[in-house]
């Protein structure tokens, strides 16, 4: 059986998981401003994995993930992927997106548009005949809210979850408003945009992943499915098919 090391390096968070097989084991999580050589080392324990695949969108740590396992292979345009990229410039595009893509076709669908919930919010969009046909990328709701804080005088930071009613009586109680609703309805519109242009009617899968899918799948009652390992399974079909290459 093939044993596989995943990372995704993500913004905030850095998560990995061993697959060995069909058998996926239990899911490291860490902060990723505190990643270092040592507790990425100790993901090689018991033994070494016989190939380590991983996405990074912090260039510093990517440099890290190599220095522990020099023969990693990093995730890109280049990767085989499964899938065509109907895009511009495609070594531009995120390792992570492409990862959800991937993600995508590892669960069968070719026509769909994943959506990850981290603190930017990325939607992609991939098309049965095009393959990856771009999307879009909006601050999360945290982003939001701290950026509010960091840009004025006197607003407080606050918790980026809408409250029960749209109407603020204090001013913390307008921000959560403005912050929460305001990501809700953003996602609702752009979600509503994409569909119409990317598949026009056409029959397609959405699918959201991320540390906020499951608040923003309850807001935005359309998601087909809510995917948590959908980005690690992005990397476990590249590596299945870097696996299987002479």
Known sequence: MRDFLLIDVSNTFT?????NGRKWGRLWKAPT???????????ARPHSPELVVFCCVVPAMADVVRMVFPSAVSMD?????????????????G????????GCLALGLRSAIAVDFGTAITFDALHPKRGFVGGVIAPG?????????LKTAQLPLVDCRPPRHALGRSTRQA????????????????????RREVFNGEPHTLIATGGDARFFARQVAVFDRIDPRLTLRGLLHIARQCGALP
């Not at 345009?77 to 595009?93: C, N």
Request: with cysteine; charged share 20%.
């Open 141 to 149: 709701s945290c982003l939001l809210a701290e950026a509010l804080h």
């Open 95 to 102: 390792a992570d997106r492409l990862a959800n893509t991937a």
């Open 33 to 43: 401003a505190s990643l270092d050589a040592d507790s990425l080392a100790s993901l």
């Open 175 to 194: 921000i959560a408003s403005g912050v929460g609703f305001g990501a809700v309805g953003m996602v609702r519109e752009i979600l509503d945009r994409l």
């Open 77 to 93: 345009h280049l990767s085989p992927l499964g899938f065509p990229l109907d895009y511009p410039e495609p070594a531009s595009i």
């Open 15 to 19: 998560k990995a998981v061993r697959v």
